[in-house]
């Protein structure tokens, strides 16, 4: 009985510390605006906090409502990302910046990942953002193989 009862408490910590987790958050400096999150189904996720999921984000879009933003980032600068921890290599965590139309450049923006893959990002500063995709064939995803990374965005900065 002790046996099933220790190995029981093992198994839950081991549980415990294996757990997935990931946050977003924002930092807006542009002094207007909100800065929101939208998960793959349309679902707002964030309208400025940090946001933590238990477990992977997969396709989500950021970027800064400045009122002529569609709910998916339309007509803005977006932010878009998949926190996962790998499975295998290459699996991992995949972010990039995207102004494929129907997105347009509208505030500077730029992310890093921290707590893993630390001052791996991307910064875009202008409508001919180097490494922003201007149409599905070009752009630079930035990747990090990190276990439970998280995710900093920022806007004018």
Same mark, same amino acid.
């Given at each position: 009985?002790?046996?099933?009862?220790?190995?029981?408490?093992?198994?839950?910590?081991?549980?415990?510390?294996?757990?997935?987790?990931?946050?977003?958050?924002?930092?807006?400096?542009? /002094?207007?605006? =909100?800065?929101?999150?939208?998960?793959? *189904?349309? !679902?707002?996720?964030? $309208?400025? &906090?940090?946001?933590?999921? @238990?477990?992977?984000?997969?396709?989500?879009?950021?970027?800064?409502?400045?009122?002529?933003?569609?709910?998916?980032?339309?007509?803005?600068?977006?932010?878009?990302?998949?926190?996962?921890?790998?499975?295998?290599?290459?699996? /991992?965590?995949? =972010?990039?910046?995207?102004?494929?139309? *129907?997105? !347009?450049?509208?505030? $500077?923006? &730029?992310?890093?990942?921290? @707590?893993?893959?630390?001052?791996?990002?991307?910064?875009?500063?202008?409508?001919?953002?180097?490494?922003?995709?201007?149409?599905?064939?070009?752009?630079?995803?930035?990747?990090?193989?990190?276990?439970?990374?998280?995710?900093?965005?920022?806007?004018?900065?």
């Amino acid at each position: 009985m002790q046996f099933t009862a220790s190995f029981s408490i093992l198994a839950s910590l081991v549980a415990f510390v294996a757990a997935e987790t990931h946050t977003i958050t924002f930092t807006n400096n542009c /002094g207007r605006g =909100t800065p929101t999150l939208v998960s793959q *189904d349309g !679902a707002i996720l964030s $309208t400025g &906090g940090a946001f933590t999921a @238990d477990g992977p984000i997969i396709g989500a879009i950021a970027y800064l409502q400045t009122g002529g933003c569609g709910l998916n980032g339309d007509s803005c600068t977006a932010v878009e990302t998949t926190l996962q921890n790998p499975t295998s290599p290459g699996a /991992g965590s995949a =972010t990039d910046i995207t102004l494929i139309p *129907d997105h !347009a450049f509208s505030v $500077t923006s &730029g992310f890093g990942y921290f @707590d893993g893959c630390d001052g791996t990002g991307l910064d875009c500063t202008s409508a001919s953002c180097p490494g922003a995709f201007t149409d599905p064939t070009n752009g630079d995803i930035v990747s990090c193989e990190a276990d439970n990374v998280n995710l900093a965005i920022t806007f004018c900065d």
